[in-house]
């Protein structure tokens, strides 16, 4: 009775509590308070640091929460808090809780994601700079959120989780070719985006172990679920849409879009099977097998074959309506309570109807008195309404303990599963614990066999050490051998001259000999013929005797009488013939000694020959070596001359492509340096090329010299990477666009100094390598530094009012010179147009005539305020002193004025061009309205500081109007001059076919989307080059501090 009495104290007290809760504008303020609160909770719970999985129970909370609040606010209000870009796990489990909430939450998510777009798309490029790891994982699932928001954003008809029928699908396209044409490439690059995360994943795990059991691995995995859930619906989709197309257009024509998805099946069919093995996803979803072949889009018949593939997620645990939810309207129970009928019965049993109390009933006054039963009601009613309101109690207490015990009931269900999650994980640890173990005997046992090997190792590598030594020794003889070798080259050179002097004095006595022997056989001829002579005589002597002796015997013969002084004439003849035998035979002997004397001599002087010969090939033989020695010596000199080069050039190569890397090194991005110094690094290395240049050439004349080229070399190598590394440290410190030219300069920098160091490595192409290339790209990273440096260093103040002047002339004589070519062109357009584009010549010319006059009229008003400007401000100072202390109204003037000088000759340019056919009407009209801008900017800057009343100010205002409608003049003109030429031009489409016609209309379809996404995309740039324009020359030209002087 005292806990019934304790319960109904306490229920009057827990009423109005509730009932606070629930209403009142207090009340949904604490509302929205706990819901954010929850919400910050679970996100902070699914998105951590710990390299586990998201936990469902968070997932689906947040998912629940962007239905209750129809949208995603609370959500990314949370998630701007996290530090995405310092963590890479804390980014990678955010990405995998967005794509739940892309699929799964409300379609509002999408919509206010859209504005975080930037930001996502700055993360993933900042992550991207990371080549393996989360990071580059981060990056690759960042590009395939931006994906999906944009395809959804684009085609609102499909929902988040990609689940559609074949008429919605149908409907999508809304029934057109081109729809559906570009519905199929948006899904080629939405399922090619979802491969590329699919790879990388994979990439980033060691499959030869079971990674898929421990946590670090299923953090990588966990996200994949959501990518097969996508990948399943984009390739059924993207096969019902190619058949529709094959339908309605030429195979050729599709011909990309069968290639492309051809590539895409056998990746994603490689993935689904690879995936379907692993044991983390065998008991979350059932991963479909995708056919053998991929569909033959060919044959329309194939449609019917095609199985769509479905992805089957197994009943969870706990779902989201089975979690423990205390509503406010749970807590009290507002029906009446209603007395059981029993009851009533019993008390009219006992005491009678109402019909007892009536005063006309007379039967029911004779047992007791009125007051006595009044008594009693009234105790019977005070004592039914404390049951009433004891039973009542009891019903709220008996319902809050059954809401407690529910609560209690579904909070032990969530720690069981819990309980039963971490048992399958300790499972799974264990597993891994025990293939970790087996890996460490494994691996000891590997120890155990190194540690022999190692001993076995150390054993050869003293055998090696001693090996080394002895080839240190045979090295270092090598070294003497060839110091001994140059040693004798030296004296063998010696000996070579030696040799060549005594060989010219052999060759001085054989000359000598041969002229003696010359001699010696010019005598003996003339002998020999002497004696042939002396004989030749004695034998017509001879025969002359013999005549006589003949004519004796005829004499004899005839007188007989004379016999006896014959007889005597006849012995003595015979006494002088013996005597003439006998000096024939003398003479015949002395020819035989004279021969064989010259016998002699010929053979003494055959045999000295031959010796003097053999001396003579003797020495040729010594030269022959010397020479050849001399030949290999050189040709190894020579060889260690270009080896030494060689290695001076890698050196330089390795130099250059360290400073290369150096540039897309993250750690290099704090790294910053000046233009000045960057110009000065860009001069020395065009002084060194100048330098390397010469040595080269030097070289190729003497090989000899290669020290001078190998010094250029390196110097050159460290002078183009330092500048590699300065300009990519100078481009941390200017704008993004100016940053980005910088950069590619570099690049391009570097890439030539390789090429040129990559000539100079071959022998071959030694003698044609060009340094011209390499300058260039040195010369335009010199000028990009000269750019970057700072405005207004070059002039002194006392020189600003000079070229004040200076500008202001020139652009008076710009314009001048704009008229006069103007002039010239309209006379040369008279002379050779007619018609139609000599009208449209003419017309346009006299606009830019009257546009040149009216400019000129502004630039003389121009300087009439000026010079009053000056005459008011400058006091007792000079007109120097005057410009100099307003450098910055002085700087805005000159600016100006070229602006207005440049904008002139440009647009003479462009009308020259327009003259002649070779240029477009939109560069005249560009330039027309440039130059409307450069006037107003001169306007502006000359009545910064004019007085309001003063008459050249009027008149500057007057000639700026004017110079305004000369501008719309020329634009007028422009336009008219256009269309009357386009007008001429018809199109002819009477020869062409059906397919023709069809298939150009579909090419001027897709030049249509591309030129509106161009142009798109050039509004944005000229809007962003406005918006830089503005900011750089507010700050060059002090804008703001003249605004605030005149203000």
């Known amino acids: 009775m005292d806990r019934v009495k304790s319960s109904m104290q306490q229920v009057p007290n827990a009423i109005p509590k509730v009932i606070r809760r629930t209403g009142g504008a207090n009340s949904l303020e604490l509302e929205r308070e706990n819901f954010e609160r929850v919400q910050a909770v679970s996100i902070n719970k699914a998105i951590n640091t710990q390299e586990v999985a998201v936990k469902e129970k968070h997932a689906r909370t947040c998912i629940l929460g962007t239905h209750h609040e129809k949208g995603a606010h609370t959500f990314w209000a949370a998630v701007n808090r996290l530090p995405l870009s310092s963590n890479a796990v804390l980014c990678w489990k955010f990405c995998h809780v967005f794509h739940k909430l892309l699929r799964d939450g409300h379609p509002n998510v999408i919509k206010d994601s859209m504005r975080n777009k930037a930001d996502l798309t700055d993360m993933s490029r900042m992550w991207g700079h990371l080549s393996e790891g989360y990071g580059k994982l981060c990056s690759i699932y960042l590009k395939l959120l931006i994906t999906k928001m944009e395809f959804h954003i684009k085609n609102p008809r499909f929902p988040g989780n990609l689940q559609m029928s074949n008429r919605q699908l149908d409907e999508a396209g809304e029934n057109d070719v081109n729809n559906f044409f570009q519905l199929t490439v948006e899904m080629f690059d939405y399922l090619e985006c979802e491969l590329t995360l699919f790879l990388g994943v994979f990439s980033s795990l060691d499959m030869s172990r079971s990674v898929s059991v421990t946590a670090a691995g299923q953090c990588r995995l966990a996200p994949l679920i959501q990518v097969i859930l996508d990948c399943s619906h984009l390739y059924d989709y993207t096969v019902k849409l190619l058949f529709k197309l094959h339908s309605c257009l030429p195979a050729d024509t599709l011909q990309g879009h069968r290639d492309r998805f051809q590539e895409q099946f056998k990746k994603l069919k490689s993935l689904f099977y690879r995936s379907s093995n692993l044991q983390y996803f065998k008991r979350l979803i059932q991963i479909p097998q995708l056919p053998e072949n991929p569909p033959n889009f060919l044959r329309a018949s194939a449609l019917s074959e095609h199985i769509s593939p479905v992805v089957v997620i197994p009943a969870e645990s706990s779902s989201p309506e089975s979690e423990h939810v205390v509503e406010t309207d749970d807590l009290v129970d507002t029906d009446v309570p209603v007395l059981p009928a029993p009851l009533e019965t019993k008390f009219d049993d006992l005491f009678g109807t109402s019909a007892a109390i009536d005063p006309f009933n007379f039967n029911s006054q004779n047992g007791m008195r009125k007051d006595d039963k009044d008594r009693l009601i009234e105790q019977l009613t005070r004592e039914i309404q404390a049951l009433k309101e004891e039973l009542e109690s009891f019903r709220l207490e008996s319902g809050r303990l059954c809401q407690a015990l529910r609560g209690r009931v579904s909070e032990l269900e969530a720690e069981l599963a819990e309980q039963s999650h971490l048992r399958l994980q300790a499972v799974g640890e264990s597993e891994f614990l025990k293939a970790e173990l087996d890996d460490l005997r494994r691996v000891r046992e590997d120890t155990e066999k190194e540690q022999r090997s190692l001993t076995e190792i150390e054993r050869k590598a003293q055998a090696n050490e001693q090996r080394y030594t002895k080839l240190k020794e045979k090295y270092t003889e090598l070294v003497q051998s060839h110091a001994d070798l140059l040693r004798k080259n030296a004296e063998v050179t010696r000996q070579m001259t030696v040799a060549r002097a005594a060989q010219d004095e052999v060759e001085a006595v054989r000359k000598e000999m041969q002229e003696k022997v010359k001699g010696t056989q010019e005598a003996a001829d003339r002998q020999e013929r002497e004696q042939l002579e002396q004989l030749q005589e004695l034998q017509r002597e001879l025969v002359s005797s013999r005549a006589e002796l003949d004519s004796l015997k005829t004499t004899m013969a005839s007188s007989q009488q004379s016999s006896e002084v014959l007889s005597t004439q006849l012995a003595t003849l015979e006494s002088e013939k013996a005597e003439l035998v006998q000096s024939l035979t003398k003479v015949e002997a002395e020819l035989v000694v004279r021969g064989e004397e010259l016998e002699r001599v010929q053979s003494s002087l055959v045999t000295e020959r031959e010796g003097r010969v ?57 790294c910053t340096s000046s233009a000045d110094y960057l110009a000065s690094r860009c001069q020395a290395s065009l002084d060194c090329m100048e330098r390397l240049n010469s040595t080269r050439v030097a070289f190729l004349a003497d090989n ?344």
């Open 614 to 670: 053999k001396t003579a090939e003797t020495l040729q033989n010594q030269l022959n070596e010397k020479e050849s020695r001399e030949q290999a010596l050189e040709s190894q000199l020579v060889a260690a001359r270009w080896s030494s080069l060689q290695g001076a050039v890698e050196e330089a190569e390795k130099i250059i492509r360290d400073s290369l890397a150096q540039i897309d090194d993250p750690a290099h991005i704090s």
């Open 704 to 1047: 000899t010299g290669v020290s001078e080229l190998v010094r250029a070399v390196t110097q050159c190598g460290h002078l183009v990477g330092d500048t590699v590394v300065q300009g990519s440290a100078t481009s941390h410190m200017v704008p993004v666009e100016q940053a980005d030219a910088l950069s590619e300069s570099v690049k391009v920098c570097g890439a030539e100094a390789l090429a040129l160091l990559g000539q100079m490595k071959q022998q071959d192409s030694l003698a044609a390598a060009d340094n011209s290339k390499l300058k260039a790209a040195l010369e335009a990273v010199l000028a990009t530094a000269e750019k970057l440096r700072p405005r207004g260093l070059e002039l002194q103040q006392g020189e600003l009012g000079d070229l004040v002047e200076q500008e202001m002339a020139a652009t008076s004589a710009a314009v001048e010179s704009a008229a006069a070519r103007i002039e010239e062109m309209l006379n040369k357009s008279r002379a050779v147009d007619t018609g139609i584009k000599m009208e449209v010549n003419e017309r346009i010319l006299a606009s830019c005539t009257e546009l040149m006059q009216a400019i000129k009229e502004l630039v003389l008003s121009s300087k009439e305020l000026q010079r009053d400007i000056v005459e008011s401000g400058r006091g007792a100072a000079s007109m120097k002193e005057f410009y100099a202390k307003n450098s910055r109204w002085t700087e805005g003037l000159i600016s100006a004025s070229k602006a207005v000088g440049w904008g002139a000759t440009v647009m003479v340019d462009a009308a020259d061009l327009v003259v002649q056919g070779k240029g477009k009407f939109e560069e005249l009209m560009v330039c027309s309205h440039e130059i409307a801008a450069s006037t107003a900017q001169l306007v502006a800057a000359s009545k910064v500081k004019a007085d309001k009343d003063s008459t050249n100010l009027h008149r500057l205002q007057h000639a700026s109007r004017g110079v305004t409608q000369a501008t719309a003049a020329v634009v007028a003109s422009t336009k008219s001059g256009k269309s009357q030429i386009e007008e001429t031009d018809t199109m002819d489409f009477s020869s062409m076919t059906l397919t023709q016609i069809k298939r150009q209309e579909m090419d001027a379809q897709v030049l249509v989307l591309e030129l509106e996404a161009r142009l798109q995309k050039e509004r944005e740039r000229l809007g962003e080059l406005r918006k830089k324009h503005y900011e750089l020359a507010g700050v060059a030209e002090g804008w703001g501090e003249e605004e605030e002087g005149t203000g």
